[in-house]
């Protein structure tokens, strides 16, 4: 009877999501030892249908700054040039973004001049891989010089605007059919959604198709650290940054993830990231305004058990897979062709509903065995 019931609550409810929404996942390919196909083959193999990667403004320029297919970005290039995506099955996000050593000494563009040789790029870029790319992500983490290594030259909001401006014409001028994303904030952090927010009262969704956004929860306070509690959260940016606009900004994740590891701060268990992983799966599927989550990332990008950055992928650096790839593998296949929505009952059970009548239900409290998830995603 229950069933029954949480089956019919989600046929009737309007913001249970569709099921053309992205689960991806981010890969650094240029710094990957095999070949793209390896892969690519990977990425299918585990259900996702997206893949988020890209080369910066300065890995594609030589010496005299002219634009081309560097020996930096030749294995990134293949990805978007020869791996042509099955719009039903593989779908290709591109990040654009950075400085240059030849135009802006690596730093922020400081001015529209230098704006307009990124644009420049942006223009490369889109030309090379029209029709192969679904996604744009115009610059990654403005906010805290990501890719530049400092944000005490971070220019004025006025040249950001213009540069999302700029690149947004430039990219629907060649494919009018892509989605263009621009932000990169936290939305757990008041700063960066203040920024966003003034951004947006400025005009910006004028120039882009939906906001990106990157939660990553696991060193934040303990009252969002958690799926259940990160989701809600999201759900309050989302209502606070669209209200001046007057409906639901398209929200994409485009990145987020949970570093595996005890021997620095916010690092978490396999276990404890892969059930975490499969909540937050689950609960971002079903937000019909959020239209894509990627996780991050693919592989570890080092051995230093230190260093966080290194811990983040799916699988180790020797391809061997985490907890959280073997649930997502279980997982992703199911939600394919559904929509997904969740209910919270009496008791504090979470039940994620499934279209075809599937029911994943847990306790946030509970911290279930990779044994008890699998039997919960098969059943």
Not at 296 to 320: A, C
């Amino acid at each position: 009877m229950l069933n029954n019931i949480l089956i019919s609550m989600c046929l009737l409810l309007s913001n249970c999501a569709l099921a053309e929404f992205q689960v991806g996942v981010g890969t650094h390919l240029n710094s990957y030892i095999g070949n793209v196909s390896e892969y690519t083959d990977i990425v299918k193999n585990y259900g996702f249908n997206s893949i988020r990667d890209g080369f910066s403004w300065n890995a594609s320029l030589d010496e005299s700054g002219e634009i081309k297919v560097t020996g930096k970005i030749i294995k990134t290039d293949l990805l978007f040039s020869k791996v042509i995506p099955d719009s039903e099955s593989m779908s290709l996000l591109f990040v654009l973004g950075y400085g240059s050593n030849y135009y802006t000494n690596g730093d922020y563009p400081q001015n529209k001049g230098e704006v307009d040789k990124f644009v420049d790029y942006v223009g490369w870029v889109a030309n090379k891989y029209k029709g192969k790319v679904k996604y744009y992500e115009v610059w990654n983490e403005w906010l805290l010089g990501t890719g530049i290594g400092s944000v005490k030259n971070r220019p004025n909001d006025a040249i950001f605007m213009y540069l999302v401006q700029q690149s947004y014409k430039k990219i629907k001028e060649i494919d009018p059919n892509a989605i263009v994303l621009a932000g990169a904030i936290n939305p757990l952090h008041e700063n960066e959604v203040l920024w966003l927010r003034d951004l947006i009262n400025e005009g910006l969704m004028n120039y882009v198709d939906g906001v990106s956004i990157h939660p990553y929860s696991f060193n934040e306070p303990a009252r969002v650290r958690k799926p259940e509690d990160s989701i809600a959260a999201i759900d309050k940016f989302s209502s606070y940054i669209s209200s001046s606009v007057g409906q639901r900004i398209p929200l994409y994740i485009t990145e987020m993830g949970y570093p595996t590891g005890t021997e620095f701060k916010g690092g978490v268990s396999t276990a404890e990231a892969a059930q975490d992983i499969i909540k937050y799966t689950l609960l971002a599927a079903s937000h019909s305004y959020i239209k894509g989550l990627w996780w991050y990332d693919l592989i570890d990008d080092g051995k230093n058990s230190r260093d966080k950055e290194d811990n983040f992928g799916l699988l180790y650096t020797t391809q061997e897979n985490k907890d959280s790839a073997l649930l997502l593998k279980a997982l992703l296949p199911i939600i394919k062709n559904n929509k997904v929505k969740t209910t919270i009952d009496n008791d504090g059970v979470y039940h994620a509903i499934l279209s075809d009548g599937k029911i994943i239900s847990w306790y946030p409290g509970v911290n279930y065995s990779l044994q008890d998830w699998l039997a919960k995603l098969k059943g």
